[in-house]
């Protein structure tokens, strides 16, 4: 039995006699944040369901060191809490052990790093999105709380996409190396949201759209369909206002995935679809994309350049790479050349295999298939609906978000990192679930039959 914690009434006391000291010697709102995270923590503590979810809806709007420091403390509080429950251990399941292996592939990347400090943030990032990985494939254990959480990913992926659009029409400055003034001089804004740039933005967005896909694919309430394809239609919009090309094309592939998993047959009305979108877009929008066959744009033959010298950083560094982290590569890459100050190397795959070297790179890509192959035996199998349509779902958000990846690293950011391990946490919580079925299944089918034989 799960041992009950009972509030002492001297703990009580002593939590008062806090607070009062607080508003004694420091300004009141001290004290009403004060009041406000004690109560988080008691809630947090009592339903750790609840510390999940406001944590898979909250994290994305923080900055980036509160972000991580709320991902450390609900693991924290939830490994005390489950200190106290005996009878129910933290299990890894062993669909999920590829992913603890390129975990320990990244931190042997951290300690041999030529930049060890460096290292350490990228580490501390994935670390953190596996602390919540853990609590989420733990917690989110049934249809009805994956759809909670499917729920607030969608929600928060609206509000940023409104603050987005508000963006566009307030106006916002466009930075110099973010448009070819040249090629694209009639762009007048390129919205970011919260994340500071358009196509980290975009980014975010093809990862979590098909989740508002899914979600509107599964329900049978009309009043619920008309939410969920507004909320697309809002995602949407902002997406063509980051004005990523990358963007744009990710959701195109996550789009195709999905149609070709769930309705193969509605693939045959994308050819006059795109034309009537087309036809409807901004003239502004055609230019920006068609600017991704125009060399002579600097934004383009910029990239060309980048991946250019990080061929040769590579080719240098083959077997075991620099080090985890964007800041060994930026250290390296700038030696190479000094007159391009850059951050990575707007390509996951080749930034990786710098960071990391061939073996790491090979490992990186089973990780990868892996989450493929574990879709594809489970939740796309599944007879249940819902199971396979969320899926679907999910991989068109890995397939849009590995084929943005050509031209953008989705390991850089901090928040983009993060919701890339909670993707694969719910990955993997699908995956328990149709397993967990599949198993009462069997049993059902063996105890029919073996009734059927003792009956004979």
């Not at 129910?88 to 992913?99: C, I, Y």
């Not at 990575?344 to 089973?366: D, K, M, R």
Request: proline share 3%; glycine share 6%.
């Amino acid at each position: 039995m799960e041992r009950k914690v009972k509030p002492s009434p001297l703990l009580l006391f002593a939590l008062g006699f806090l607070l009062g000291g607080v508003a004694l010697f420091v300004h009141i709102p001290y004290v009403v944040v004060l009041f406000i995270g004690l109560i988080g923590l008691a809630v947090f503590f009592e339903n750790p369901f609840v510390s999940v979810l406001l944590t898979v809806f909250g994290y994305i709007f923080l900055p980036d060191i509160l972000c991580l420091l709320l991902a450390y403390g609900v693991f924290g509080l939830y490994m005390f809490r489950r200190f106290f429950r005996k009878n129910d251990p933290l299990v890894v399941a062993s669909h999920e052990t590829v992913p603890y292996v390129y975990f320990l592939l990244m931190a042997i990347q951290t300690v041999t790093s030529i930049m060890i400090s460096g290292s350490l943030r990228d580490m501390a990032i994935h670390t953190a999105g596996l602390m919540l990985l853990i609590m989420i494939v733990n917690e989110a254990d049934d249809e009805k709380r994956l759809h909670e959480i499917f729920s607030a990913i969608a929600i928060a992926s609206t509000v940023l996409a409104l603050i987005g659009i508000a963006q566009y029409v307030i106006g916002i400055d466009v930075e110099e190396e973010w448009v070819d003034k040249a090629s694209n001089g009639d762009i007048r804004a390129r919205v970011y949201s919260l994340f500071g740039n358009p196509n980290i933005f975009a980014e975010y967005l093809v990862m979590t759209m098909p989740i508002l896909v899914g979600v509107f694919w599964t329900t049978k309430r009309d009043s619920v369909r008309l939410t969920f394809i507004a909320m697309f239609l809002i995602n949407l919009l902002a997406l063509f206002m980051t004005m990523s090309r990358g963007g744009w094309l990710g959701l195109a592939v996550a789009a195709f995935v999905f149609l070709f998993i769930v309705r193969k047959e509605l693939l045959l009305l994308a050819i006059p679809i795109s034309g009537v979108v087309i036809a409807a877009l901004p003239q502004t929008i055609i230019s920006r994309f068609m600017t991704i066959f125009n060399l002579r744009d600097t934004s383009t033959s910029y990239r060309f350049k980048i991946w250019e010298v990080t061929g040769k950083v590579i080719h240098d560094h083959f077997l075991i790479g620099l080090g985890l982290g964007h800041l060994p590569f930026k250290y390296t890459f700038e030696r190479y050349i000094r007159t391009m100050p850059i951050y990575h190397a707007h390509n996951t795959f080749i930034q990786i295999f710098a960071e990391i070297g061939l073996v790491g790179f090979i490992l990186f890509l089973i990780f990868i298939v892996a989450i493929f192959i574990n879709l594809w035996r489970y939740p796309l199998k599944s007879e249940d609906p819902y199971m396979r349509v969320m899926g679907a779902a999910m991989t068109a958000s890995f397939a849009g978000m590995l084929f943005h990846g050509m031209f953008e690293n989705i390991f850089y950011m901090t928040k983009i990192t993060t919701t890339f391990w909670i993707l694969l946490a719910i990955t993997f919580s699908l995956v328990r679930i149709c397993k967990k079925r599949n198993a009462r299944n069997d049993a059902e089918k063996r105890i029919d039959t073996y009734g059927e034989q003792s009956f004979i």
